[in-house]
């Protein structure tokens, strides 16, 4: 395996309106945990869609890991052109920030908004040229957006020619946990 796209929630379905929110730091956690063993075992190339979500808290987590792993590439990939610029300008500086540092950035259509046909021809080009997915899903929550990339993937895995990595609420739970434990040692 060397590109593993990585996607889950947006973060208005976690809850969550703004970057100061106190789950991200432990969202990010989660996922630099999930990631750097994937990254020892082979990983070069993590693809996002780039949604405003666990999407983009990916990759910040990736930045961050591309100090301590060089040859780590990161790559997001949205459905439409200027997919921010709807969003709060503290959100569009977050993004364009974080896109600055992307190895590659790009739109499946460079058309603004114009249907659903650009979220398939998206979601059909980041499955096509990954091998595995981790998704922050968690069935016993909220549906979700994820839905969808879980079904796929777990289609792909089900061909045996596809990985599928699935991140919890709990395991974000046990993190926060684990921390305020500490906070009182």
Known sequence: MTTLLVTGYRAHELGIFDSKHQGIPYIKKALMNRLVPLVEEGVDWIITPGQYGVDLWACEVV????????????????AHAAPEEKWKEEKQNEYRRIVAGADYCGAVSNAPYDGSWQFRAR??????????ILLFYDEDAAEGSPKFFKERASKLNEEGDYGLYLMHAEEIQNIADEESQQ???
């Open 63 to 78: 930045l961050e890991l591309k100090q301590q792993y060089p040859g780590l590439k990161l790559g997001i990939i949205t």
């Open 183 to 185: 906070g009182y040692e």
């Open 123 to 132: 979601d059909d080009l980041l499955f096509r040229k990954s091998d595995a």
